[in-house]
């Protein structure tokens, strides 16, 4: 297969590393989203394409998003044209019924349910002194309602699997942000939302680990719809070729935890950029000082101050 042959930077002739995994991804028409769903299909995997089509504030979409031209469906195409398999889906996810309907597309279409990669998202920037309560809650819902809702409904599916006897080795991929783990200025409601999706993903990877569910979650740096803002078009070895901000980089991560081959790899966070992959450490009890009694105010401030001395400094918040 020669180069021109490369479908958005994914060779579709992988290792089949998900070979007959039935993989839904969620905003998986642009970007990151459409990354995961070519890398899946290249590797073997039957994809729910799943895109409500809105623009990047959110606006726009909705009940024709799976047409001829839709985002979702350009993806199926694409995935298509090379041999593989899949099949739109244009529903909310934020919404029980648009989650619901994920989990019957896939089972209706392919028979099963094996991965699910959280990735919808859209941005409405603001400093907080502007941000406006419904940029607040639309910002909130389509992340952190809109990784729940699937989550829930399909382990749901998995529950029951697995009480038949048929316990599944099924995958579940959210999308945080290092806006999620330091913080961004500006960005209020996506840096909550996306701190909101590290504490379910650890959550869900407790719960859910008796079904046959492993549960991660990555922090990707990449150039979308959403940071294009951010990422000039460089290259991180410039003349070789390497474009350190695709998204496409981002996808083998996803799909080796959407895969069986990450057997025993739950409740991770994973930072992931061009061809740097870091394990995210999160909170961790550092210095420690107990009274074994009540603390006045004073003493208590005194304490803090000693402690603040001995621990590592934190990350700055993006933007500061």
Same mark, same amino acid.
């Given at each position: 297969?020669?180069?021109?042959?490369?479908?958005?930077? +994914?060779?579709?002739?992988?290792?089949?590393?998900?070979?007959?995994?039935?993989?839904?991804?969620?905003?998986?028409?642009?970007?990151?989203?459409?990354?995961?769903?070519?890398?899946?299909?290249?590797?073997?995997?039957?994809?729910?394409?799943?895109?409500? !089509?809105?623009?990047?504030?959110?606006?726009?979409?909705?009940?024709?998003?799976?047409?001829?031209?839709?985002?979702?469906?350009?993806?199926?195409?694409?995935?298509?044209?090379?041999? !593989?398999?899949?099949?739109?889906?244009?529903?909310? +996810?934020?919404?029980?019924?648009?989650?619901?309907?994920?989990?019957?597309?896939?089972?209706?279409?392919?028979?099963?349910?094996?991965?699910?990669?959280?990735?919808?998202?859209?941005?409405?920037?603001?400093?907080?002194?502007?941000?406006?309560?419904?940029?607040?809650?639309?910002?909130?819902? +389509?992340?952190?309602?809109?990784?729940?809702?699937?989550?829930?409904?399909?382990?749901?599916?998995?529950?029951?699997?697995?009480?038949?006897?048929?316990?599944?080795?099924?995958?579940?991929?959210?999308?945080?942000?290092?806006?999620?783990?330091?913080?961004?200025?500006?960005?209020?409601?996506?840096?909550?939302?996306?701190?909101?999706?590290?504490?379910?993903?650890?959550?869900?990877?407790?719960?859910? !680990?008796?079904?046959?569910?492993?549960?991660?979650?990555?922090?990707?740096?990449?150039?979308?719809?959403?940071?294009?803002?951010?990422?000039?078009?460089?290259?991180?070895?410039?003349?070789?070729?390497?474009?350190?901000?695709?998204?496409?980089? +981002?996808?083998?991560?996803?799909?080796?935890?959407?895969?069986?081959?990450?057997?025993?790899?739950?409740?991770?966070?994973?930072?992931?950029?061009?061809?740097?992959?870091?394990?995210?450490?999160?909170?961790?009890?550092?210095?420690?000082?107990?009274?074994?009694?009540?603390?006045?105010?004073?003493?208590?401030?005194?304490?803090?101050?000693?402690?603040?001395?001995?621990?590592?400094?934190?990350?700055?918040?993006?933007?500061?």
């Amino acid at each position: 297969m020669t180069d021109s042959q490369n479908v958005g930077g +994914v060779r579709p002739d992988g290792d089949g590393l998900a070979a007959g995994r039935v993989v839904v991804v969620t905003g998986a028409g642009r970007g990151l989203g459409r990354a995961h769903a070519l890398a899946f299909a290249a590797e073997g995997a039957k994809v729910v394409v799943n895109d409500l !089509g809105v623009g990047l504030d959110g606006a726009g979409g909705g009940a024709e998003s799976t047409g001829g031209d839709s985002p979702a469906a350009q993806v199926v195409q694409e995935i298509r044209a090379f041999g !593989g398999e899949a099949v739109a889906h244009g529903g909310d +996810v934020a919404t029980e019924a648009g989650a619901a309907g994920l989990v019957a597309c896939a089972l209706e279409t392919f028979g099963r349910l094996d991965t699910l990669v959280n990735n919808a998202g859209f941005l409405r920037d603001r400093m907080l002194v502007n941000l406006d309560a419904d940029d607040w809650d639309a910002v909130v819902r +389509v992340h952190l309602k809109g990784h729940f809702l699937p989550l829930k409904h399909m382990a749901a599916y998995w529950r029951a699997e697995a009480k038949a006897g048929r316990t599944p080795v099924a995958r579940i991929v959210n999308t945080s942000s290092g806006a999620g783990l330091l913080g961004s200025v500006g960005q209020g409601n996506y840096s909550a939302a996306k701190a909101g999706i590290l504490a379910l993903t650890l959550v869900a990877a407790a719960e859910l !680990g008796r079904y046959g569910v492993q549960v991660n979650a990555i922090a990707p740096a990449a150039r979308t719809r959403m940071t294009e803002g951010t990422f000039a078009e460089t290259m991180a070895a410039p003349g070789a070729g390497f474009d350190a901000m695709a998204p496409q980089n +981002v996808s083998p991560l996803v799909v080796w935890l959407g895969s069986a081959a990450s057997a025993g790899v739950t409740g991770r966070v994973f930072e992931t950029e061009g061809g740097r992959i870091t394990v995210m450490e999160g909170w961790r009890r550092g210095p420690t000082a107990d009274k074994g009694a009540r603390w006045t105010p004073a003493g208590a401030g005194e304490a803090a101050l000693k402690l603040l001395g001995e621990a590592a400094e934190p990350g700055a918040v993006y933007g500061a």
